[in-house]
């Protein structure tokens, strides 16, 4: 197991820069994304704090046109289908099916996160098995941002996208992958189209007591 993300795919920048320089990046460039920054980026994911330390993130990459059009189609379908049910004009419908495939047709690369609940700890009452696996998301949450500042320390944009949320069977099986592996985000990267103005910090809502 390595102590540290491969230190030489990261570019010298510190963390207050990475965290004000990271936006969500929806139009890329068509140059490739070299896969050493995308592992260098899973292996920072994976330095997040998880629940019991279990780990429970998987990630699989999707630099191939096939594997993205793939995904893209299949999801796209349970999208079009949510889409009408929830009586979206089928103007509407068109429009957002395009996007979507358009956003990850047109990534450079895709990374498919995933949970396994495999080790998590077992309980009876229902609510705290609950708790257990909402522990599991959060620790989720913290692999993504951590993977994502590692992106843009690397001069890669990157947007998370949830859409994989809504239909986690359907990436599973267009991906062929294990059956334990729960997909719950896709964060789209590549060299950002355009430089996005760096962010404003949203006013903090706090109570010292
Ligand atoms: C859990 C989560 C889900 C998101 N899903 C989407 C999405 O499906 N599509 C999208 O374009 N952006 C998505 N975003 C990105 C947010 O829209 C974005 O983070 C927010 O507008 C703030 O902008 P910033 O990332 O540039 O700071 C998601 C972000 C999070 C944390």
Known sequence: MNKAPRAAALHEISLAEALIARRSTRRFSDEPVDL??????IEAACLAPSPHGTAP???CILSSPEA???LAEDMGRDFLRDMAREGVSEEEREKRHAG????LTGAPV???AALSYDDLDDYEEPEKQAHERMMAEHSLGAALQNLMLALTAQGVGSVWRCAPLFCPETAREALDLPAD????ALI???TPASAPPPKEIPAPEIIIR
């Open 36 to 41: 050493n920054q995308v592992r260098a980026a």
């Open 188 to 190: 789209a990267a590549g």
């Open 100 to 103: 979507s495939i358009r956003l």
């Open 68 to 70: 993205k059009m793939k």
């Open 57 to 59: 993130w998987r990630f």
């Open 181 to 184: 592996w729960v997909p719950r």
């Open 110 to 112: 895709i990374i498919l």
